[in-house]
């Protein structure tokens, strides 16, 4: 399955820049800081315990002050996912600006936005979302949305959408939805971190959006302890849930794998996608969440090939590109069945 998985041709649609980035990476940044005082010990290969990826969470983001080295980790971790066989990729990130070091919300996302375009050789397409983190407050909330606006303009299909993240516990969501209505006006597509937390009344409203995919959801269904109305607006929607085992099962929003919400969605059909969500926090990539996919919830080779080729039908990217997609993988379709010796 190790194989097969690696082999799979892959559609990444959760991913927030800062925590992708690999430990290759900020040992690269930290030579370059020459930061001897900035002890780095997270233990190479470890899954990590919440503490250490919380650590791990506030180095990178020592790391990551000023505009180079924005655009040094977004073409790193554009490489490792082409690396992983990911063909095509929507990342996310919160715009920062550090007046020490004169960077802006602006430059940051002009950093993204080149370092994009620079990896424009590598059979991997890539497309962006401005995430909005609900500690910020609503004021940053609407400079990330005129932002937005201003590189669909200027950077034509590369800005996608946008996203809420952020400390779940932080602010109520609803005072976004001016800010999301606005955005969905100008034609981004919104990706929104949801029920994370047993949030009733947020969840009620953001769901009237509606989101065109949902992160996480977890606690979405009844069985979780979300509600009827929750569960049956999803499913009549068919908003798309952007699940990520690893970063769940570390970040003790489920108990166990064996109880992750992937199983209640998948077996209703409902439209699954499988994500990292921070691969470089959790120690993980692509081929290992649907390997760990494959073994907690008996999923076939099949399986694995039908959940990433329909991951292409939940993409942000334009019409024409999700056919070039579909063409793609058809090509790949019978290489894999021809090195695994399986009809898929
Ligand atoms: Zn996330």
Redesign the pocket.
């Known amino acids: 399955m190790e194989e097969f998985c690696k082999s799979l041709p892959k559609v990444e649609l ?1 991913a ?1 820049i800062n925590g992708s980035v690999s430990e290759a990476t900020i040992q690269k940044l930290l030579a370059k800081k020459k930061n001897s005082d900035q002890q780095f010990s997270f233990k190479k290969g470890s899954t990590g315990t919440l503490k250490e990826c919380f650590e791990k969470f506030r180095l990178i983001h020592q790391l990551t002050d000023n505009t180079e080295s924005v655009y040094q980790v977004t073409c790193d971790v554009i490489h490792e996912f082409h690396d992983d066989n990911v063909k095509y990729l929507e990342l996310r990130s919160t715009p920062r600006a550090v007046q020490d070091t004169g960077m802006s919300r602006e430059s940051y996302v002009e950093s993204v936005l080149r370092a994009i375009q620079d990896c424009g050789d590598l059979d991997i397409i890539v497309r962006f979302l401005l995430a909005i983190d609900r500690r910020n407050g609503v004021k940053v909330g609407w400079e990330t949305l005129r932002l937005a606006q201003k590189f669909q303009k200027s950077h034509g299909d590369l800005v996608v959408g946008m996203d809420l ?1 952020g400390d779940p516990s932080v602010g109520d969501a609803r005072d976004y939805l001016p800010v999301f209505r606005e955005a969905q006006k100008s034609g981004l597509k919104l990706a929104l ?1 949801l029920c994370e937390i047993p949030a009733p009344e947020e969840t009620m409203e953001m769901l009237t959006l509606p989101p065109d995919r949902i ?1 996480h959801g977890t606690f979405l269904h009844t069985e979780a302890g979300g509600n009827q109305q929750f569960e049956n607006t999803v499913l009549k929607n068919r908003t798309p849930l952007e699940l990520c085992l690893t970063s769940n099962l570390i970040g003790q929003t489920v108990p166990n794998l064996d109880n992750h919400q992937f199983k209640f969605w998948y077996e209703k059909e409902h439209p699954c996608v499988i994500c990292t ?1 921070d691969k470089g926090v959790f120690s993980t990539s692509m081929s290992e969440e649907y390997q760990l996919a494959a073994s907690t919830f008996d999923l076939k080779q099949r399986d694995l090939w039908n959940l990433s080729e329909q991951s292409i039908n939940y993409t942000f990217c334009e019409e024409n590109v999700k056919e070039k997609l579909r063409d793609q993988f058809k090509v790949y379709k019978s290489k894999m069945e021809e090195q695994f010796n399986i009809k898929l």
Do not use: L, Q, V, Y
Request: no cysteine; aromatic share 0%; glycine share 16%.
């Open positions: 959760h927030h993240s971190h992160g969500d």
